[in-house]
Nanobody, 127 residues
């Protein structure tokens, strides 16, 4: 499994960014994908997941209505469109998969399967 996130950067409050995750060795037709983030001094937080096979998406309350997860099966890509960004969205963002097909709840690391992680991309929201 190889996951490579990109698209982070510095943006002003209220601005937008789109994160991309290049996925290798994962069948996106079957397995769910997730985005997590980790702010300095805080635990890694699951913010969204998507499953093509179960036609489901989930969002943490902190990003619901502002962030949209999507994927391009043919290109093996997963995206996170982030709008109306706030300073509290500042974090390193990671794409991940636990090789489970389900996206029934906001992703978290306490499930039965370990996550595979990409290298992360820094998002900084500041004026």
């Amino acid at each position: 499994v190889q996951l490579q996130a990109s698209g982070g950067g510095l943006v002003q409050p209220g601005g937008s960014l789109r994160l991309s995750c290049k996925v290798s060795e994962v069948n996106l037709n079957y397995y769910a994908m997730a985005w997590f983030r980790q702010a300095p001094g805080k635990e890694r937080e699951g913010i969204s997941c998507i499953s093509f096979s179960t036609d489901s998406t989930r969002y943490a309350d902190s990003v619901k209505g502002r962030f949209t997860i999507s994927e391009d099966i043919g290109e093996n890509m997963v995206y996170l469109q982030m709008n109306n960004l706030r300073p509290e969205d500042t974090a390193v963002y990671y794409c991940a998969t636990d090789l489970d097909r389900y996206c029934d709840e906001v992703p978290n690391t306490s499930g039965p399967f370990p996550y595979f992680w990409g290298q992360g991309t820094q998002v900084t929201v500041s004026s």
